[in-house]
């Protein structure tokens, strides 16, 4: 080995040459690359980037990564086979340059499917897109499956095996772990743990199984830092056993939520979207009503989507659910003294869910005791929620003791009971609580492993680290949040010496079968002789049929629930949530995701400590002043930021921030909220006080003024006012109805089918900034970096805005998404003085950035700025694996030209050119835009507005369609569909 | 000084020596070179602030959204503006027999050109891509397409070259037979084919005179509508924008009238510091300093109105946008540049109402500075008010001009001073002959 670092490649090959002559022909290099010397160099020197990425200047480190990739192909993925591997001599039949393939495959959130499908151009996956024939999902995506493509072609991934911090090969892995394993073997699993995320896989669940029958000894245990513990411990004590809840939103009527972010981030998020979307537009139709009640301490997107949102602090959630059940006769409830505005909201939610049995639902945060969340559940049962509204099936995902079992593990650690640790997926070093000193506890264990998709904070205190594939590169299975099974598929060869999940726990029991070996072995048992023909469907589809959790019918074991009277606290109340745009910490380094704005602050790049108006008013805090924040005898500290709508003592915190070691995106951004969350009490923290440091923090938001100003930017109608409206009343200016145009300076142009519009109902968006991601992937939109979004010049084709109506203290917060508006009578169109922005014959604003020179008058005279700049290069030097990323139907920008939204123009030549072939003419529908696809809700509509029968002209027909900023007369293509608000009055038992 | 002497021919000699010696043996090196070094060191900050700014992109300015444009237009508005007054001197009281312009309009003709050289580079420099400027221009090409003529970008390129175009033919013309007088006083080989290539064989015939003055009145009388046109287009880049705080049909005499009242306050420095250095205080007399103040006071007023009307404007419309860009001129974080603009532009210029304060030098100096720095505040209040908030308040954002910017900027007065400076040293700053006819002309009427 020390021979084959000091020796040269070409030595090698040389060598490798020598004594052969004449006519002695060498076929290839893979053959010369065959020689284990040549092998060993290449391990050895390529893959691993010594002395480590932390420490070499970024453009070193492209290029050593460019040579890496270079060499893949040599190196072969490190002698792990390739099933089906054929060498690309002749292109093969079916592909074709330049026409992309789909595979549906899946990713997983927190050990969840997110069923997808996946583009891939000559091999290589450049889109990700909702599976809509998934039965949960039907299509609907959320940011964290739109941006997990940049995830797998991060060039801060792990890349090489690595010994004790230094690059290692997998050969001197592999002889580390069978010698260990051997030793474990013998002792029957005694001193042998597992330590994975929430795991959901069949085949993952399979191999542990199997590894914990044959050594009973050992023990698995499941750090999730954002898990549903507390909720199966309410259904246990209601129901007797553990259950998932399923919250049918699609039928619920009304909805009472207690701090419960139903519609909010997480793996829920596109299920719940899309559920609730449909129910709301069944109402809009005139079908059923679609209410919505949440108290809550911080804002949340469930709280901006309802008609009757309450400021309630954390610890009066659980009186208020005492109060709930009181009023609704639930003999175990106690009546709690409640103040004046508390009964008032009371009074409304209780008389709505008495008056709709059957069709309302209560829930309560997940995060919330056990015990409230018991009275909940028994509510629901007094409401006749259980079985139609909510729905319990088995736990999904395993195990189900969450994270206590991590807790439980470093204290058999501490107690020296562990010999042999292995860490798959899980980030326990970061993401464990303050109280828990996993660190130090694993110091102890003389063993430790860890695999990963990134060299992180727990692999640099391993002995071994094994990097992990991500899942767009192996194969592997995984539930989606209803149960349905999605076989995962490789989209693209690994891109690095990197191991798949189920080869890893194959390293550890000793079994080498490969990835799709492991995954077809765990089918093979249940399907027999059908593998074949189901396997082959499943792929197809995406899902394996009919594989939802069954919905089983508990029956209520014990009613006797007390919700713990949680004691008010002197001082500020801590809440802490997991980040809507990194989760709890995984999506750190995943520039995409750090560049989308939070949904509910428009900050990139950053957590930042949430403080009410009126705590900011009374401690003198603008937004950026860093605050110290002490809670529990530990302190951190990051910007204050100003959260309209917040309880006035709560300080709600995110979690996912603060990476020590994460990858040179994640470097040095934001506190981390770990450092003091409590295994007893890991959602809140009492008797906390806050400081003003006195220094001020860069924080970088997208939108710094949300306060509508009494502009009319969103508009509302009034529920009945819709009504009268859709009768055929008049509608009057209030209802949204398009004021009529303005007469202009330049002619109106004539039309001809097809062309194209957009209509955004802004009843239905919850700005979850799907649409904003997916417009990033899909139209190569460059990431800048914080400093840059600071300074206003973040890349976003579409961007969300918010709004805020009203009061500060409590006002009503509004989402609406911006894309190009392309105007008919576009002010840019007029600006550009060299025919850059022009107008196509199908109504489209386009943007020729090779004619580009820019002046940026466009930008300048665009009323909705939605045009952005490339101040610098910002695609240049983008490393290897980020252009591999690239779609390549759209022009990846240079220094100096504008761009915008296209509405995805690529794909109308698509279907253009699909439609002229076939002699017919383009179908509605047939056309759908990154963001259209991406939406849960399905908030946006596109398509022809000369066809009136169009999906589009359908819903621009509405009474509440309108213009943005009709009074600037550039008569927009895109246009909006007015919030729908039913006024608090028409409430039954209305008080105020 | 010299001694006027009496006869008139001694008058138009002495008139002439005091000009002419100028360039021949100019006086007060030591001045000119620690101002020429000045100059120097600021045209190489301008090489260095473009290089800076081509080799990594207008990213190292401050521009952002919705603040698309920044110092770099506004100077460019700002720099043209101050040529206009030299074209109104030169031109149009050439064409009105005002013959007092004959002792002002070299120098004035002199500030213009090189105002107008820095208010064309700015454009070019805050393109993303400023290697393909020239798509801008109409020319044949193989792309088969041509500028876009509704945008007031490509009238303002025509604006720019045709006034630069006219401006030099105008400036050259004008002191070609003065050119002939240094050639013909030159002693030194150097300067003797210096100036007797420059005055393109000038003899003096009635022929050269009767077709220098055709030509010369025919070239004032197409530059005097530019003062007007071009600043007019100018203000549509601004006017014809959807903006509120722009979208303003007053900006064309807004502009050009500003334009004029910045250039008469430059006017009035540079023939106060070129009275002072090279002695000339018989040529540029107190009449020309009174009368340039009052010329300062009209225009002066003449702005004030557009401003007033700009505010009656915005009030009248009763545009919620247009009165809370309204709001933010006066209140804004800008709102120093407004305040700026008004105190600097009309404060300072009351005094002017007095004919001691109009002929005193300094005091002129010093209202004719806080005039010009006035106007500065005026166009970058102008440009960035209005877009760092316009219509959406979602899109709202603040700029701040980066070091690069103001490093540019400095380079640019730079590209203006050197060439100025070398004006002054080698070329007749006065035009000679010119002010030899007013005084033929006086003692005539006399």
Redesign the interface.
């Known amino acids: 080995m020390a021979n084959a670092r000091q020796s040269r490649p070409a030595e090698i090959i040389r060598a490798g040459l020598k004594g052969k002559s004449g006519r002695s022909f060498w076929r290839s290099l893979d053959e010369l690359a065959g020689t284990p010397a040549f092998r060993a160099y290449l391990e050895a020197e390529f893959p691993a980037l010594a002395p480590g990425p932390f420490d070499v200047d970024r453009r070193a480190l492209l290029k050593v990564m460019a040579a890496s990739l270079a060499l893949a192909g040599l190196t072969g993925c490190s002698g792990e086979a390739d099933e089906a591997a054929l060498p690309y001599v002749e292109a093969p039949e079916h592909v074709v340059p330049g026409r992309p393939k789909w595979y549906a495959t899946a990713v997983t959130l927190a050990g969840f499917a997110l069923p997808a499908l996946g583009k891939t151009h000559v091999g290589r996956p450049v889109k990700l897109e909702g599976n809509p024939a998934h039965p949960a999902t039907r299509g609907a995506t959320d940011a964290f499956l739109q941006a997990s493509l940049i995830g797998l072609y991060d060039p801060d991934r792990s890349q090489s095996p690595r010994h004790l911090g230094r690059p290692a090969t997998w050969s001197a892995l592999d002889a580390a772990m069978s010698s260990r394993m051997a030793e474990v073997e013998r002792r029957r699993g005694e001193g042998f743990r597992l330590l994975t995320g929430a795991v959901t896989s069949p085949t993952l669940v399979r191999q542990i199984d199997a590894l914990l029958q044959r050594w009973p000894e050992a023990r698995w245990h499941a750090l999730e830092p954002v898990n549903d513990d507390l909720a199966a411990n309410a259904t246990q004590r209601v129901f007797g056993r553990p259950l998932d809840r399923h919250l049918m939103l699609d039928q619920a009527e009304l909805i009472v939520s207690l701090d419960d972010d139903i519609l909010g981030p997480g793996p829920r998020q596109a299920v719940h979207g899309r559920r609730w979307s449909e129910r709301r537009r069944a109402f809009q139709q005139g079908e059923g009503e679609c209410r919505l009640f949440v108290a809550e301490p911080t804002p949340s997107i469930t709280g901006s989507m309802a008609g009757d949102r309450f400021i309630a602090s954390h610890s009066r959630i659980a009186a208020l659910a005492q109060a709930v059940a009181h009023a609704l006769g639930v003999e175990t409830a106690s009546a709690p003294e409640l103040a004046e505005r508390e009964r008032g909201w009371i009074g409304r939610a209780v008389a709505a869910l008495r008056a709709r049995p059957g069709r309302a639902l209560f829930t309560l945060g997940t995060h919330h005791d056990p015990e409230t969340q018991a009275l909940g559940l028994i509510v629901n049962e007094r409401i006749g929620a259980l079985g139609a509204t909510l729905r319990f099936t088995e736990p999904v995902s395993l195990p189900a003791d969450g994270l206590r079992s991590a807790e439980a593990l470093a204290g058999d650690m501490a107690a020296g009971r562990v010999t042999t640790l292995a860490i798959i997926g899980a980030n326990p070093a970061y993401a464990m609580p303050a109280d828990v000193d996993f660190r130090a506890a694993m110091e102890t264990v003389p063993f430790r492993l860890h695999a990963g998709l990134y060299y992180d904070e727990t692999a640099s205190l391993c002995h071994w680290h094994s990097p992990l594939a991500h899942e767009l590169e192996s194969w592997s299975d995984a539930r989606a949040v209803d149960g349905t099974v999605s076989l995962i598929q490789p989209l693209i060869r690994p891109l690095y010496a990197v191991r798949p999940l189920h080869a890893v726990l194959g390293n550890i029991s000793g079994k080498t079968a490969s990835d799709l070996e492991s995954v077809q072995a765990t089918w093979r048992a249940l399907w027999g002789d059908q593998l074949e023909v189901r396997w082959r469907d499943a792929l197809v589809r995406g899902f394996v049929p009919e594989s939802a959790a069954p919905f089983v019918t508990p029956t209520v074991a014990g009613r006797t629930v007390s919700p713990p009277d949680e004691p008010r606290t002197e001082g500020l109340t801590v809440v802490l949530r997991p980040d809507p745009t990194i989760w709890d910490g995984r999506f750190a380094n995943n520039a995409w995701l750090q560049e989308t704005p939070k949904p509910l602050t428009k900050v990139t790049w950053d957590n930042v400590i949430l403080v009410s108006p009126q705590l900011a008013k009374h401690r003198g805090l603008a937004n950026g002043d860093e605050v110290a924040l002490t809670a529990g005898g530990r302190t951190i500290t990051g910007p204050a930021w100003i959260h309209p709508g917040q309880e006035t003592d709560t300080v709600a915190l995110t979690l996912g921030y603060g990476r020590r070691r994460a990858g040179r995106v994640a470097e040095g951004l934001g506190y981390d909220a770990f450092a003091i969350r409590l295994r007893d009490s890991p959602w809140r923290l009492g008797g906390a006080a806050i400081r003003a440091t006195g220094a001020k923090l860069e924080v970088a938001s997208t939108?710094?003024?949300?306060?509508?100003?009494?502009?009319d930017?969103v508009r509302t109608v009034d529920a009945s006012d819709f009504e009268a409206a859709k009768r055929g009343a008049t509608p009057g200016q209030e209802t949204g109805q398009p004021r009529p145009r303005q007469p202009t300076f330049?002619p109106p142009r004539q039309w001809d089918s097809p062309s194209w519009g957009m209509a955004i109902d802004l009843d239905l968006c919850i700005g979850c900034n799907a649409c904003v991601v997916a417009c990033v992937a899909e139209n190569n939109v460059p990431v800048v970096g914080k400093s840059?979004v600071a300074?206003?010049?973040e890349m976003h084709w579409l961007?969300v805005?918010?709004?805020h109506e009203g009061d500060p203290a409590d006002p009503k917060s509004h989402f609406?998404p911006?894309p190009c508006m392309h105007c008919e009578q576009a002010?840019c169109?007029?600006?550009?003085?060299?025919?850059a922005a022009v107008h196509s014959f199908d109504g489209l604003n386009l943007q020729v950035y090779n004619?580009?020179?820019?002046?940026?008058?466009c930008?300048?005279?665009c009323?909705?700025?939605v045009?952005?700049?490339?101040?610098?290069?910002y695609t240049g030097d983008d490393p290897e694996p980020i252009r591999a990323m690239r779609n390549p139907d759209v022009t990846v920008r240079?220094?100096?030209?504008?761009e915008k939204c296209t509405y995805c123009v690529q794909r109308i030549s698509e279907a253009r050119i699909a439609a002229k072939i076939a002699g017919r003419p383009i179908r509605d529908g047939e056309v759908r835009t990154a963001c259209q696809q991406a939406c849960p809700t399905r908030a946006i509509t596109f398509g022809d507005i000369i066809d009136d029968q169009s999906e589009v002209s359908r819903r621009k027909a509405s009474p509440r369609n309108y213009s943005?900023?009709e009074?600037?007369?550039?008569w927009p293509r895109t246009t909006y569909l007015a919030r729908i608000e039913t006024a608090r009055s028409d409430e039954e038992g209305g008080m105020e | 000084m010299t001694e006027l002497a009496a006869t008139p021919r001694d008058r138009y000699a002495a008139v002439g020596e005091e000009i002419i010696r100028i360039p021949l043996n100019y006086p007060n090196r030591l001045a000119w070179w620690i101002c020429f070094g000045f100059a120097l060191l600021l045209l190489l900050m301008f090489f260095i602030s473009a290089g800076v700014l081509f080799w990594?992109?207008?990213?190292v300015w401050?521009?952002?959204?919705?603040?698309?444009?920044g110092i770099a237009i506004s100077n460019y508005i700002w720099f043209l503006g101050i040529g206009h007054a030299g074209t109104l001197i030169s031109a149009m009281f050439l064409l009105l027999h005002a013959h007092w312009r004959n002792s002002l309009n070299r120098f004035a003709e002199a500030m213009t050109l090189f105002a107008v050289v820095c208010a064309g580079l700015y454009?070019i420099l805050?393109?993303?891509?400023?290697w393909?400027?020239y798509?801008?221009a109409p020319y044949p090409n193989t792309m088969t397409?041509?500028?876009?003529f509704?945008?007031?970008?490509?009238w303002?390129?025509f604006a720019v070259l045709t006034y630069l175009t006219v401006s030099l033919l105008f400036w050259y013309i004008g002191i070609v037979p003065d050119l002939a007088a240094v050639r013909d006083r030159a002693r030194k080989r150097r300067q003797q084919v210096f100036y007797g290539i420059a005055a393109l064989g000038w003899r003096g015939s009635a022929w050269h005179w009767a077709r220098w003055r055709q030509s010369y009145r025919l070239t004032a009388a197409i530059a005097v509508p530019l003062v007007v046109s071009v600043h007019s287009e100018v203000s549509l880049?601004f006017a014809?924008?959807?903006?509120p705080g722009w979208a303003s049909t007053v900006f064309p005499p807004y502009f050009v009238l500003g334009a004029a009242f910045s250039g008469f306050a430059v006017v009035s420095m540079i023939a106060i510091l070129l009275r002072h250095a090279l002695g000339l205080g018989d040529i540029v007399r107190e009449r020309h300093l009174d009368l340039l103040g009052i010329f300062l006071l009209a225009t002066g007023l003449m702005t004030a109105y557009g401003y007033w009307a700009e505010v009656f404007d915005a009030l009248y419309s009763g545009?919620?946008?247009e009165i809370g860009t309204l709001l933010d001129r006066l209140t804004g974080i800008y709102a120093w540049s407004y305040w700026g603009a008004v105190v600097g532009n009309f404060l300072p210029l009351q005094l002017l109402w007095f004919r001691q304060v109009r002929t005193n030098p300094f005091l002129l100096f010093l209202i004719a500075l806080s005039v010009t720095i006035g106007m500065w505040f005026e166009r970058y209040m102008l440009l960035v008010t209005s877009?760092y908030r316009?219509?959406?308040?979602?899109?709202?954002?603040?700029y701040h001009a980066s070091f690069w910017e103001l490093s540019l900027f400095a380079g640019m007065l730079g590209v203006f001073l050197v060439p100025f400076l070398l004006f002054v040293r080698f070329l007749p700053v006065i035009s000679s002959f010119e002010v030899k006819e007013t005084l033929f002309e006086e003692e005539r009427d006399a």
């Open positions: 939108q710094r003024h949300q306060a509508m100003d009494g502009f930017f330049y840059l300074q206003g010049r961007r805005d918010l709004y609406q911006v002010p169109e007029m600006g550009c003085p060299v025919n004619r580009c020179v820019g002046t940026r008058t930008s300048s005279y009323p909705y700025k045009r952005r700049f490339n101040w610098y290069d240079s220094r100096g030209v504008m943005l900023l009074e600037a007369n550039t | 990594y992109g207008v990213g401050g521009n952002n959204i919705p603040v698309n444009w454009p805050h393109l993303g891509r400023p393909f400027f798509w801008i397409i041509w500028p876009q509704k945008s007031p970008l490509t303002d390129f880049l014809a924008g959807p903006i545009g919620k946008q877009l316009d219509w959406l308040v979602s899109s709202w954002g603040e």
